[in-house]
């Protein structure tokens, strides 16, 4: 097949979308499809793919790309590049990342647009069911796929740390209330045994909110146990989560999926994470959730865990099973049998 890729943004920047779209564009290529990606995002890193991408593509690029395609595929709706489509009749599959609405939670025009765009697609693929049940009931649920070759368990790495949280450092993330709860698990913690060892905290990330985070820290006197790592990536990142034990994603925010959950997993980490939209889908049998927004339910989870062994145990023993759902093979050959469907009527 001849696949034409539709996704917004792409490398360098990141997020779960462009993850998303590296993932599956590399996955189609193993397959021995040819595939070719359109982007608005510019690159001067020169970073070259198993696939061709092209940036910034104008009216005559937009045209000459949908011709060559036996399939249209938009990773998200993405109706700047999609609209030739309505004039070059191609087979058309598109993949809902996020929710389709305001950040209100209200429907504005432009959301309205693209859910009649949806109905225009051959197949739509929502990656939770969350995302299916608000924006298009009749979706196709298939989870996200991880970076499987970064994202892996290091046989030489000891976890000496006990609770790391990895995300960008804004309202909507939580990370308030990691330091929240390390503050009541240290206080619970020396009022029942003031000889335990007191749990760790590191914050990988950065944004808007770390100076209000690092003002927390000093308030609740945690110095000693929380450290600001900064944003990291790659390896650093990977050697960074194999030293955690548990991964805290307490988003107050309805994640539509929440890859982090895959990541910390796939190095060991047992994820904690709030019950907010995707979250659950993410997480599986192989973690805990709580109630979102609520601090005391993110205690009580973290006690849980920590006083009964055989709970990590069992989560740890269930992640593989799940990490195999969310390999990037298994999830392409969905997409691909979807399309080759899809081409066959």
Same mark, same amino acid.
């Given at each position: 097949?001849?696949?034409?890729?539709?996704?917004?943004?792409?490398? #360098?920047?990141?997020?779960?979308?462009?993850?998303?779209?590296?993932?599956?564009?590399?996955?189609?290529?193993?397959?021995?499809?040819?595939?070719?990606?359109?982007? =608005?995002?510019?690159?001067?890193?020169? /970073?070259?793919?198993?696939?061709?991408?092209?940036?910034?593509?104008?009216?005559?690029?937009?045209?000459?790309?949908?011709? =060559?395609?036996?399939?249209?595929?938009?990773?998200?709706?993405?109706?700047?590049?999609? =609209?030739?489509?309505?004039?070059?009749?191609?087979?058309?599959?598109?993949?809902?990342?996020?929710?389709?609405?305001?950040?209100?939670?209200?429907?504005?025009?432009?959301?309205?647009?693209?859910?009649?765009? !949806? &109905?225009?697609?051959? &197949?739509?693929?929502?990656?939770?069911?969350?995302?299916?049940?608000?924006?298009?009931?009749?979706?196709?649920?298939?989870?996200?796929?991880?970076?499987?070759?970064?994202?892996?368990?290091?046989?030489?790495? #000891?976890?000496?740390?006990?609770?790391?949280?990895?995300?960008?450092?804004?309202?909507?993330?939580?990370?308030?209330?990691?330091?929240?709860?390390?503050?009541?698990?240290?206080?619970?913690?020396? /009022?029942?045994?003031?000889?335990?060892? !007191?749990?760790?905290?590191?914050?990988?990330?950065?944004?808007?909110?770390?100076?209000?985070?690092?003002?927390?820290?000093?308030?609740?006197?945690?110095?000693?146990?929380?450290?600001?790592?900064?944003?990291?990536?790659?390896?650093?990142?990977?050697?960074?989560?194999?030293?955690?034990?548990?991964?805290?994603?307490?988003?107050?925010?309805?994640?539509?999926?929440?890859?982090?959950?895959?990541?910390?997993?796939?190095?060991?980490?047992?994820?904690?994470?709030?019950?907010?939209?995707? !979250?659950?889908?993410?997480?599986?049998?192989?973690?805990?959730?709580?109630?979102?927004?609520?601090?005391?339910?993110?205690?009580?989870?973290?006690?849980?865990?920590?006083?009964?062994?055989?709970?990590? &145990?069992?989560?740890?023993?269930?992640?593989?099973?799940?990490?195999? /759902?969310?390999?990037?093979?298994?999830?392409? /050959?969905?997409?691909?049998?979807?399309?080759?469907?899809?081409?066959?009527?």
């Amino acid at each position: 097949m001849k696949i034409l890729i539709l996704s917004h943004k792409f490398f #360098p920047n990141i997020g779960g979308i462009e993850v998303n779209s590296e993932i599956l564009a590399n996955a189609f290529c193993a397959a021995g499809h040819k595939v070719r990606l359109l982007t =608005w995002s510019k690159d001067r890193t020169g /970073k070259l793919f198993s696939f061709e991408v092209i940036r910034n593509p104008g009216l005559i690029i937009l045209f000459k790309e949908h011709f =060559w395609a036996d399939i249209i595929f938009e990773n998200n709706p993405c109706l700047r590049m999609a =609209w030739p489509s309505l004039i070059i009749s191609r087979p058309s599959v598109i993949a809902l990342n996020t929710w389709i609405s305001r950040p209100n939670g209200t429907v504005g025009l432009i959301d309205k647009i693209k859910l009649s765009w !949806l &109905k225009r697609a051959s &197949k739509v693929i929502a990656v939770s069911d969350a995302i299916r049940k608000r924006c298009f009931v009749n979706a196709i649920v298939i989870g996200n796929p991880y970076k499987n070759h970064e994202f892996k368990i290091l046989a030489d790495s #000891p976890r000496i740390r006990d609770f790391v949280f990895l995300g960008r450092l804004v309202s909507d993330k939580g990370a308030d209330q990691t330091i929240m709860a390390l503050h009541k698990i240290t206080r619970l913690n020396l /009022k029942e045994n003031p000889l335990n060892i !007191l749990p760790t905290l590191t914050i990988v990330g950065d944004g808007p909110e770390r100076a209000k985070l690092e003002h927390l820290v000093e308030k609740y006197s945690l110095k000693d146990q929380v450290r600001f790592t900064g944003s990291l990536v790659g390896e650093v990142l990977t050697s960074c989560l194999n030293q955690h034990r548990f991964i805290l994603i307490p988003s107050t925010w309805e994640e539509p999926f929440g890859n982090v959950a895959l990541e910390g997993m796939a190095c060991g980490c047992v994820p904690i994470a709030s019950d907010s939209g995707g !979250l659950s889908d993410a997480v599986g049998e192989a973690g805990l959730t709580f109630t979102r927004g609520d601090s005391d339910a993110l205690v009580d989870c973290i006690q849980a865990i920590l006083k009964n062994p055989e709970i990590e &145990k069992r989560l740890q023993d269930a992640a593989p099973g799940h990490l195999r /759902k969310h390999h990037p093979y298994v999830v392409s /050959k969905k997409y691909l049998d979807i399309f080759e469907n899809v081409l066959r009527s």
